[in-house]
DNA sequence: TCTGGGGTCCTAGGACCC
DNA sequence: TCTGGGGTCCTAGGACCC
């Protein structure tokens, strides 16, 4: 196999815990739950009662009565973040963060300084253990998902390299569920179809899989089954949506509490709009019922913007359109079961945003002229490029670059 | 006191335009 | 003038991830 493992994928063990536990030397060695309500993230000792991140705190008690529980510190969180992400361009600019605790990087650039990329892991986990005070797994591959695949393999504390002559031997044994888009549901269709491992799913047909999953899905699914994975590390994502939501229980709200509880969570988030200097152009309710079914209405504006009033405003007609529509569950009693609420904001743009659009005539030459023009836009407006693109019309013979593509000017 | 909150991406269908 | 197909954008819903 050509190519030489040069990605990383870092992920913090067990991040919130693992922060407790650096600073109360009382809770180490001992299982650790973070959040009481639900759990936010539970210490390894607390993980081999089967105590799980997202799991609801009473059961988690159940199953580690004897677990110690604390609040989360968030602030300590960012902190250390931070910290870490300090230590990891250390190493290398090329820096993809996917979360707080997570990231993948590129190395390639930095082996003459550093040594081979498994050495540099080894240097970099020893950096954030040393410096910042907490367990980091690393995997390191040829591609940005086996990276990540070979990371979660390596958790606890560890260190795995897929060596790329073997990288078959490594993936095809694993469940489906190791994929990358892999959940409860398309695992159990999956199953369904007597696919169990990623390497069952590499020999099965691509139009079956693309029958089941979607066509956009299962062929992605496949294409990382068979192990294919083009993406570069990406320095240059800025966040596409922003948004806040409020558990409400079962309690029966009346549309003022309703209306109350929803524009405050406006009133939130646009105050993070304008603090990110970013404006928006479609607004989505989002709304739980009492039975716990999802819904939501969307508005796109004309205009982009930040304006709390003019956010209000439309958020407010959203939810009467939610609760008075036509099977509107408040519509006659003037009372709404719901047991969540929530405000998205969509199509961020930077206030001074061109749009720009390409076309290329070239078939079968989409992928590079789009990296390409990717790497052109992000040279030419200092690396601070606000990209958006898809590819239409590949059968047409002039794949055209559709989606508007947003640059800070 | 409560029982998660923050995101990304995909899909299908309809309106509309050329 | 009629018709069909391609393309774009919007909306609602859903799966998934940390």
Redesign the pocket.
């Known amino acids: 196999m050509a190519g030489v493992a040069n990605i990383l994928h870092a992920d913090l063990d067990s991040f919130y815990a693992s922060v407790e536990q650096r600073d109360n030397p009382r809770l180490r060695n001992r299982p650790v739950i973070v959040g009481?309500?639900?759990v936010?993230a539970a210490s390894y000792e607390a993980k081999a009662h089967g105590v799980r991140?997202?799991m609801?705190?009473?059961q988690a008690r159940l199953l580690c009565p004897h677990a110690i529980v604390v609040e989360p510190r968030m602030e300590a969180y960012s902190e250390a973040s931070t910290a870490v992400f300090e230590r990891f361009h250390d190493f290398t600019p090329l820096v993809e963060p996917?979360?707080p605790?997570?990231a993948f990087l590129d190395v390639s650039g930095a082996l003459n300084i550093f040594g081979p990329a498994a050495s540099i892991a080894a240097q970099l986990r020893t950096r954030v253990l040393v410096d910042v005070g907490l367990p980091i797994s690393v995997g390191v591959a040829r591609t940005k998902f086996l990276a990540k695949v070979a990371s979660a393999q390596a958790k606890p504390d560890g260190l795995l390299v897929v060596d790329p002559d073997r990288e078959r031997e490594f993936l095809h044994p694993l469940p489906v569920?190791v994929l990358?888009?892999?959940?409860?549901?398309?695992?159990e269709k999956l199953g369904n179809h007597g696919v169990e491992t990623v390497g069952d799913l590499a020999s099965s047909g691509r139009a079956e899989m693309q029958a089941l999953l979607?066509?956009?899905?299962g062929r992605?699914l496949r294409d990382l089954a068979h192990n294919l994975d083009p993406r570069k590390v990406d320095t240059g994502r800025r966040?596409?949506?922003?948004?806040?939501?409020?558990?409400?229980?079962?309690r029966v709200r009346t549309r003022g509490e309703l209306r109350t509880d929803l524009i405050g969570l406006v009133e939130k988030v646009a105050a993070r709009l304008r603090k990110a200097e970013r404006l928006t152009r479609?607004v989505t309710v989002r709304f739980r019922t009492a039975e716990l079914?999802?819904?939501?209405?969307?508005?796109?504006l004309l205009e982009p913007t930040a304006s709390t009033e003019v956010l209000t405003a439309t958020a407010d007609e959203l939810l009467a359109n939610l609760v008075d529509g036509p099977q509107g569950p408040g519509a006659r009693l003037g009372r709404v079961g719901c047991s969540?609420i929530?405000i998205t904001f969509s199509g961020l743009a930077p206030p001074d945003a061109v749009q720009l659009a390409f076309r290329f005539p070239e078939q079968g030459k989409a992928t590079e002229a789009l990296d390409d023009m990717m790497d052109d836009i992000r040279t030419r407006w200092g690396g601070k490029a606000v990209a958006r693109a898809s590819l239409?019309?590949a059968?047409?013979g002039f794949p055209?670059l559709?989606?508007?593509t947003a640059v800070d000017a």
């Open positions: 009481g309500g639900v936010l991140s997202a609801n705190g009473r996917l979360s605790d997570e569920d990358w888009g892999v959940g409860p549901v398309t695992s979607g066509a956009g899905t992605h966040d596409r949506s922003m948004g806040a939501q409020r558990a409400l229980g079962v479609t079914r999802a819904e939501s209405r969307s508005r796109t969540l929530g239409m019309g059968g047409s055209v559709a989606r508007p």
